[in-house]
């Protein structure tokens, strides 16, 4: 069974850092694209953070979140990871991490989440307020 936990959410100032974890099991992790996606408030559609490839070549970014989070992972240790820098109230959202069913490199095709991963976690809840 595909399993995916995220772990790392709080309620944190404007400015604040956080490291979000994705802990993945049930599948084999180094063969997967992975992928943070967020829900923000109810009536927002969820929208691509950031994603990265099998090796860590290649990071893709949303314009939102450029120079301000960045996406890692450790295949060794079956977990994804993302640092979030200089938070803002509008990163507030729950956070979950998607296995992509396209390849990270081709992210730029597609306008929206639609049909890009196949598996999810539940979510952790980031909230930027002072």
């Known amino acids: 069974e595909v399993q995916l936990v995220e772990s790392g959410g709080s309620t944190v100032q404007p400015g604040g850092s956080l490291r979000l974890s994705c802990a993945a099991s049930?599948?084999?992790?180094?063969?997967?694209?992975m992928s943070w996606v967020r829900q923000g408030p109810t009536g927002q559609g969820p929208e691509l953070v950031s994603?990265?490839?099998?090796?860590?070549?290649?990071?893709f970014y949303g314009d939102s979140v450029k120079g301000r989070f960045t996406i890692s992972r450790d295949n060794d240790k079956n977990t994804l990871y993302l640092q979030m820098n200089n938070l803002k109230p509008e990163d507030t959202a729950l956070y979950y991490c998607a296995r992509l069913r396209v390849p990270a490199l081709d992210l730029g095709h597609y306008s929206g989440v639609e049909g890009i991963f196949n598996a999810r976690g539940q979510g952790t809840q980031v909230t930027v307020s002072s």
């Open positions: 994603a990265i490839n099998t090796r860590s070549t290649f990071t």
């Open positions: 049930g599948f084999t992790f180094d063969s997967y694209d």
